[in-house]
Antibody, heavy 128, light 109 residues
Framework: QITLKESGPTVVKPTQTLTLTCTFS??????????VGWIRQPPGKALEWLAL???????RYSPSLKSRLTITKDTSKNQVVLTMTNMDPVDTATYYC????????????????????WGQGTLVTVSS | SYVLTQPPSVSVAPGKTARITCGGN??????VHWYQQKPGQAPVLVIY???DRPSGIPERFSGSNSGNTATLTISRVEAGDEADYYC????????????FGTGTKVTVL
């Protein structure tokens, strides 16, 4: 059974740096073809992809937030950490981490392109 | 960047069929994934790679993708299907983005 859980502060002040940790079980981020991503959702709004780290330590970031984001992994602890600098009230959102596995059809295998399992999410409010 | 457009809302009577569209430039050349999100809950994958269903997802959920539109179809709609639905693609043309649609609220009348 795959589970993920986000942890971190519930409130941060403007200009501060947010650090969120995703602790997971049921899979290993050292297994070829696996990724873990971060997605956020402002209250009442749509989902927005932030970042994803692959088993081989390759990293991808949302172009609009790339300068503010860093994603890292600790395979031994089964954790992925996301940092976001210079927080602003518009960054108030529920932040989710999600497991992204490779997909193999009858003919091909594809690198992680969807989010199979999600954490429960953590609401982060940016306020002074 | 790649944009996915969904209708804000779809209303359907119980037992009928709901169709939720996801529009994008030549989306038929990409693989589309669909998520269901009920109020206060995390999203749940209901369709991946256009038409595959994860284990545990009812056969009432199906997907198709062609041209500039992908469609999630919910047959024999139940009250428990009331939720927000999001499409998602991986866009290889723009630094390997994972793009979500604007979301559709499905209301069961």
């Amino acid at each position: 059974q795959i589970t993920l859980k986000e942890s971190g502060p519930t409130v941060v002040k403007p200009t501060q740096t947010l650090t969120l940790t995703c602790t997971f079980s049921g899979f290993s981020l050292s297994t070829s073809g696996v990724g873990v991503g971060w997605i956020r959702q402002p209250p009442g709004k749509a989902l927005e992809w932030l970042a994803l780290i692959y088993w081989d330590d390759d990293k991808r970031y949302s172009p609009s937030l790339k300068s503010r984001l860093t994603i890292t992994k600790d395979t031994s602890k089964n954790q992925v950490v996301l940092t976001m600098t210079n927080m602003d009230p518009v960054d108030t959102a529920t932040y989710y981490c999600a497991h992204s596995p490779e997909y193999c059809s009858s003919t091909n295998c594809y690198l992680p392109r969807h989010f199979q399992h999600w954490g429960q999410g953590t609401l982060v409010t940016v306020s002074s | 960047s790649y944009v996915l457009t969904q209708p804000p809302s779809v209303s359907v009577a119980p037992g009928k069929t709901a169709r939720i569209t996801c529009g994008g430039n030549n989306i038929g050349s990409k693989s589309v994934h669909w998520y269901q999100q009920k109020p206060g809950q995390a999203p749940v994958l209901v369709i991946y790679y256009d038409s595959d269903r994860p284990s545990g997802i009812p056969e009432r959920f199906s997907g198709s993708n062609s041209g500039n539109t992908a469609t999630l179809t919910i047959s024999r709609v139940e009250a428990g299907d009331e939720a927000d639905y999001y499409c998602q693609v991986w866009d290889s043309s723009s630094d390997h983005n994972y793009v979500f649609g604007t979301g559709t609220k499905v209301t069961v009348l």
